[in-house]
């Protein structure tokens, strides 16, 4: 996929001005909009629905919904908002299932390092691994999955509201140009 070729231009182009796009709004207002993932979507089955090999739409609808099962627990925890899991479906859909899964890992690795650093030289970052044990016990815990009241949830949307809201919630957008940038940088020959 990451090789020099037309259709490889025109999916990285197209990959990387709507994860340009997302990344912008979502660390500007915390919102990656249906206007830009829906069509990524679409335009993905599409584009691989005409390639001349018959197996691209297949190919797209199980990278789309590989992308946005990748996020889904995420979603189910408050963690990520659905326009974070719309947008790696988006990706998904262009990329396929192998080239989304290598996008997210990578890009979750770099984003993971970046945010040690920064908590690193914020002296939080005790402050975070506590919070990451509280994120892991919420994946534990079934009865918060499914509704019960477990006790007061900070939810994403409250956590990206008010003063140092950059300090609490990072811009899930970052991730997947990161991952983008990563493997086009290792990939591309």
């Not at 993932?37 to 190919?59: D, E, K, Q, R």
Request: hydrophobic share 50%; charged share 10%; with cysteine.
């Amino acid at each position: 996929m990451f090789e020099p070729s037309p259709i490889s231009l025109v999916v990285l182009s197209v990959l990387g001005v709507a994860s340009l796009i997302a990344t912008v709004t979502d660390i500007w207002k915390f919102r990656v909009y249906n206007a830009l993932t829906f069509p990524l979507m679409v335009s993905g089955l599409i584009f691989h629905g005409c390639l001349p090999n018959g197996s691209g739409i297949l190919f797209s609808i199980a990278g789309l919904f590989f992308g946005g099962g990748l996020l889904i627990a995420f979603y189910a925890m408050g963690g990520v908002g659905a326009g974070d899991v719309k947008l790696l479906a988006g990706l998904g859909a262009w990329l396929g299932i192998t080239n989304t899964l290598g996008v997210f890992l990578s890009g979750s690795l770099f984003m993971g390092v970046w945010i040690v650093v920064v908590l690193a030289f914020r002296k939080t970052l005790m402050l975070k691994v506590i919070q990451a044990q509280t994120v892991f016990e919420r994946l534990v815990d079934l009865g918060w999955l499914i509704g019960k009241d477990c006790g007061e949830k900070e939810s994403l949307e409250e956590m990206s509201e008010g003063h140092g809201r950059y300090g609490r919630v990072v811009p899930f957008a970052v991730t997947p140009l990161c991952g983008l940038v990563v493997m086009t940088l290792t990939y591309w020959k």
